[in-house]
C-alpha cells in the first residue's frame, strides 16, 4: 500500500512508538531496519526536506476547476517511472477509531445534494495522546506547507490546527459528470444501492471509486508478516485500531476583480486498512475519561 510513513524530529518511526500489540511494521510499509530509506518513504519535518519532497502541481485528469491541483512527491517510486504519471502524496496514520461511515454512498440520501456527500473516519490516540499527536503535528506542517506554496495565508480559525486531538478524513462520494468523464461508469454494486435510489442522478453524479477498505491478517506462524485482504466497508467500526493513507484534497478559487484566491485543504481518505479489531484494541484505547468528538462540517 503507498504513502508516507512519520518519524519525530529525532528520527524515530511514531509507529514504533505505540504499544509492541500495536506495531505493524509490515502492514504500514515502513523500510526493513536494514535497507536505505528513500525520500519517498518518510514526512519530512522541516521546509527544506518539504521543498525537496513535494510541490503542489496541476492535475490533468481533474475533472472540477476547484480541484485542479494536486500535491505531489517529486520523486516517483524506483519502481514505476513513466512521464506521464501522478504520484500524489499520501501519510500513513495509525490511530483508534472514534466514528466512521464508509459505505459506498457515505453521508447521501435522497434528500440530500450528492456534491456534499460524504464517507469519513474520525481517529484519536485513546491514552496514547502524545504518540497520536506526532501524526496531527506532521499533517499540520504538510498543509501549512500547501499553503505557502500557493502564497496563501493560513484562514485565520480555519485551516488544520496542529492543536486538535482527533483527525477527520472524509472524500467525497460522488464524481460531477462533465463531458470530459461522462465515460466513467458507476462503480456501485447492487447491493451499494439496494433501492437504486443513485440512478436517479447518474446523467449528473456518479459514484466512480468506492474507499479501499482492507483488514491485515497476521501470519499465525510468523506473526512479523501477515496478509492484506479487503472487507466490507461496514467491517470497521469505532474502537478498531486501523492505518489510513491520508491525502491532500486542495479546493482552490484563483482570485478575481481584486479578490483574493481562496484555499481550503481538506484530509482525503486514500485507503483504510483494519489492524486490531475493537475487542481486541478498546483496553488499549481508552482511560477514565470519556472521549468526546465534535464532528466538524466540511464545505467542498
Not at 466512521?100 to 460524504?118: I, K, Q, Y
Not at 491514552?127 to 499533517?139: M, R
Not at 444501492?193 to 440512478?199: H, K, N, S, T, V
Not at 478559487?253 to 481486541?280: D, F
Request: net charge negative; aromatic share 8%; charged share 20%.
Amino acid at each position: 500500500m503507498p504513502g508516507s510513513n512519520v518519524e519525530t524530529t529525532d528520527h524515530t518511526w511514531v509507529a514504533e512508538l505505540w504499544p509492541a500489540e500495536l506495531q505493524f511494521r509490515h502492514a504500514i510499509g515502513l523500510p526493513q531496519e536494514e535497507a536505505a530509506v528513500t525520500g519517498r518513504e518518510v514526512v519530512p519535518r522541516t521546509l527544506q526536506g518539504l521543498l525537496e519532497w513535494a510541490f503542489v502541481g496541476s492535475n490533468p485528469a481533474a475533472t472540477d476547476s476547484t480541484r485542479s491541483l494536486l500535491l505531489q512527491y517529486r520523486s516517483p517510486p524506483l519502481y514505476r517511472t513513466p512521464a506521464n504519471v501522478l504520484y500524489p502524496v499520501g501519510i500513513r496514520v495509525q490511530g483508534f477509531v472514534e466514528s466512521c461511515n464508509l459505505r459506498a454512498l457515505g453521508s447521501w440520501s435522497r434528500d440530500s445534494s450528492p456534491s456534499s456527500a460524504l464517507q469519513h473516519i474520525i481517529l484519536y490516540g485513546g491514552v496514547h495522546e502524545e504518540v497520536f499527536g506526532q501524526y496531527i503535528s506532521a499533517i499540520s506542517e504538510v498543509t501549512s506547507y500547501i499553503y505557502r506554496s500557493l502564497n496563501c495565508a493560513l484562514p485565520e480559525g480555519g485551516g488544520f490546527s496542529s492543536q486538535r486531538t482527533t483527525l477527520f478524513v472524509a472524500r467525497r462520494v460522488f464524481t460531477k459528470i462533465t463531458h470530459r468523464n461522462r465515460g466513467r461508469p458507476s462503480v456501485l454494486e447492487p447491493r451499494d444501492d439496494p433501492l437504486l435510489e443513485a440512478r436517479a442522478v447518474e446523467h449528473e453524479w456518479r459514484v466512480t471509486e468506492k474507499p479501499r477498505v482492507g483488514a491485515y491478517i497476521v501470519d499465525e506462524t510468523n506473526p512479523s508478516i501477515g496478509t492484506f485482504v479487503a472487507v466490507d466497508p461496514m467491517s470497521v467500526g469505532p474502537g478498531d485500531f486501523v492505518d489510513v493513507c491520508v491525502g491532500f484534497d486542495i479546493a482552490y478559487r484563483p482570485g478575481r476583480g481584486g479578490r483574493k484566491s481562496q484555499v481550503q485543504v481538506h484530509l482525503n481518505i486514500e485507503h483504510v486498512v483494519l489492524l486490531v479489531a475493537a475487542a481486541r484494541a478498546t483496553d488499549m484505547a481508552v482511560d477514565a475519561t470519556e472521549v468526546l468528538v465534535e464532528t466538524p462540517g466540511l464545505e467542498f
